[in-house]
């Protein structure tokens, strides 16, 4: 057995990790926690208390006095004199070692214990993992001092090439905008609780997190609830099912009419690319209103949609055949290729006017935010505008540098919402959106998408699904229907880079890969065991595969409706098999908790029930008995 050398801070939950690994193994442990004690009621420091400490009078010695609310002493002779020499008696070679909070036992900096330790208690040679916990995810200002000396002395060890896990966020890292505060530890995995942190993924944060793992601790509702309405900013962590299956009488007029004021000379592709994407994404019916010397171009790249011919002498004629096809649109996308000479310049003076006291919802990108930026206007009408901006186009709507941008992203969408009134995608690697429903953050996509054409494709997803909503065909808020396109777009992406290669990619072969389901693409780094830690309570997604009443191969009825659960997996490969209980008919999908656990010789089957269900064992053993015997049922409290 190996030791681990664990970096950690009051409050980053190392101790506590270390201790779930050595339970989970097991293992002997030795080394010390801090414990609270209390006289009269009231916290009034700190004790180290020693795991395997032969002489019980060494457990439990105060090695912290608080005075006051706001000020602790820590007692360093208590590490010279007596947790040393204990330590240094009772640690075997090779046994794992727990040193909770390190800085204040030790009454010095970090990397001093670590000699210390080193000298003391004769550690292996190489370190063959190191745990940073240093610093959690509110860290606001650049690391100085002892604090500084101990991320480098991490990272130090990360560049000698032992394998460094962060808790939660890489220390020296900004939570929410993922610069480097001064310094920062490059780990090779991250495990990150509750769910995805955006520092993880914007600024710095994908070229120092490595792999990220999102672990479950068992928050109740009530506190996932809370806890995510103190953090502000979400990252979308499930993608199936984002969008609900067609109704089976749906026809094209049903399903939105989109409108694409795109192409010029020499760009009719992005046209073409647009309109493809608002197909491939769902739309009914898609129109590219285009000057009339690319008309046959773009119908040539993209047959399935119509052209509305604008002309490129007559300012007046053109604006009656854009206006037009307005009159007929559930959305609009805007920019895509438009260029900026004058007569994009005064249809885009005509648009802004026309689309005031209208209830058409639009995406304003490229060309057309190159144009709002040189006449900045109020679009909040009551209609959703949504404009998708990258670092250069937001740093000309804010007239600021891209620097500046680049350096608080989700700062920067915040600020275009409030100056043009609209809702903002500004992209990047991982795009942040910001809506009045708040903000988000899409962690799908690849550096493959980082090519000519791939913004184009957005904004016909986009498009498609605003007039998708317009048309009846779903309901959900602005910030869910951005998450949604942000997400079919980025995991299109992905697919078509396992194809095609990260080099090789083309915005084109983006679109061919958009109109597969989400489930196939759940990331599986996301992904979480079903056996730990317990589901019962959790909210959860079932796509339903077998109807009430349906048989299977074998000839069993299904007297409740069955299917999978697609964000958990039982076993290797294999998505959680989940039924419905209480639910009436057999829907396609259904949302709900998870409200008992069935053991069955094939494996474990969730029973899922509208939310604050609570049935009993044996209710729940007669209500699966078709499934088999059960060989144990555990229900929710």
């Known amino acids: 057995m190996q030791q681990l050398l664990l970096f950690s801070t009051h409050g980053a939950k190392a101790s506590v990790l270390a201790q779930s690994v050595i339970r989970a193994l097991p293992l002997r442990a030795v080394g010390f926690r801090m414990l609270p004690y209390a006289l ?39 590490w010279e ?29 970090p990397h001093v214990a670590v000699h ?65 505060m001064g310094a920062a530890v490059r780990a090779c995995e991250t495990v990150t609780f509750h769910r995805p942190k955006p520092g993880l993924y914007l600024g710095q944060g994908p070229d120092y997190a490595g792999e990220i793992t999102v672990a479950d601790i068992g928050l109740t509702a009530p506190e996932a609830a809370a806890l995510d309405d103190a953090d502000g900013m979400r990252v979308l962590e499930r993608c199936d099912r984002l969008l609900p299956p067609r109704a089976r009488t749906a026809h094209k007029g049903k399903l939105g009419r989109v409108v694409l004021w795109a192409g010029s000379r020499g760009m009719a592709g992005a046209a ?11 739309a009914g019916l898609v129109t590219v209103a285009c000057p009339d010397d690319v008309v046959d171009v773009v119908q040539t790249l993209c047959p399935c949609a119509t052209c509305a011919p604008l002309s490129t002498q007559d300012e007046d004629a053109a604006w009656e055949a854009l206006s037009a096809a307005l009159e007929r649109a559930d959305a609009l996308g805007a920019g895509c290729g438009l260029g900026q000479g004058p007569m994009a310049a005064a249809l885009m003076e005509r648009l802004l006017r026309f689309l005031h006291g209208r209830a058409l919802p639009c995406v304003l990108d490229a060309d057309a935010l190159n144009l709002l930026a040189r006449r900045p206007a109020w679009l909040a009408d009551g209609a959703t505008h949504v404009l998708t901006p990258h670092p250069g186009e937001a740093a000309r709507l804010l007239g600021v540098s891209t620097a500046e941008i680049l350096a608080d992203v989700p700062g920067a969408a915040v600020r275009i919402r409030r100056r043009y009134g609209a809702a903002v995608v500004l992209k990047g690697a991982r795009s942040v959106l910001c809506a009045e429903e708040g903000r988000a953050l899409n962690p799908f996509g690849t550096p493959a998408m980082a090519k000519g054409g791939s913004g184009d494709a957005l904004t016909g997803v986009m498009a498609a699904l605003l007039a998708g909503r317009a048309a009846g065909a779903y309901a959900m808020d602005d910030l869910f229907l951005m998450q949604a396109a942000c997400a079919l777009h980025g995991l299109a992406g992905e697919r078509a880079a396992r194809r095609c290669g990260e080099r090789g990619m083309l915005a084109t072969d983006l679109c061919a890969c958009l109109g597969f389901d ?33 048989r299977d191969a074998q000839g069993r009825v299904y007297e409740l409706p069955c299917g999978y659960v697609a964000e958990c997996l039982e076993g290797e490969n294999r998505w959680q098999d989940a039924c419905l209980l209480g639910v009436s008919g057999s829907p396609e999908w259904f949302e709900g908790e998870v409200a008992a656990r069935v053991m069955l010789a094939g494996g474990e089957m969730w029973v899922v029930a509208p939310k604050g269900t609570r049935p009993t064992p044996e209710e729940v053993r007669r209500a699966t008995a078709f499934l088999g015997p059960a060989e144990g049922v555990e229900v929710a409290r």
């Open 518 to 550: 989400f489930w196939e693409e759940t990331p599986r780094r996301n992904v979480q065991p079903s056996g730990a830690p317990t589901p019962l309570g959790r909210a959860v997604h079932v796509t339903v595969e077998h109807r009430r009443g349906t």
């Open 272 to 282: 073409a690319i647009a309109a493809t994407a608002a197909l491939r994404a769902g």
């Open 81 to 109: 004199e007596l947790a040393a020499p204990t330590l240094r008696r009772c640690i075997p070679r090779h046994a794992p070692i727990l040193l909770d909070r390190l800085t204040e036992a030790a009454g010095s900096p």
């Open 116 to 180: 210390r330790m080193e000298g003391d208690f004769a550690m292996p040679e190489k370190v063959v993992c190191a745990i940073d916990a240093l610093f959690g995810t509110g860290l606001s200002r650049p690391l100085e001092g002892a604090a500084r000396t101990a991320c480098e002395a991490l990272q130090a060890l990360a560049e000698a090439g032992v394998p460094v896990v962060a808790v939660d966020i890489p220390s020296g890292l900004n939570g929410e905008t993922g610069q480097v």
């Open 40 to 78: 009269a009621g009231q916290t009034r420091g700190e004790l180290l208390h020693f795991l395997g400490a032969q002489d019980p009078m060494e457990n439990d010695v105060p090695c912290t006095l608080r005075l006051g609310r706001q000020r602790t002493v820590s007692i360093p002779e208590v």
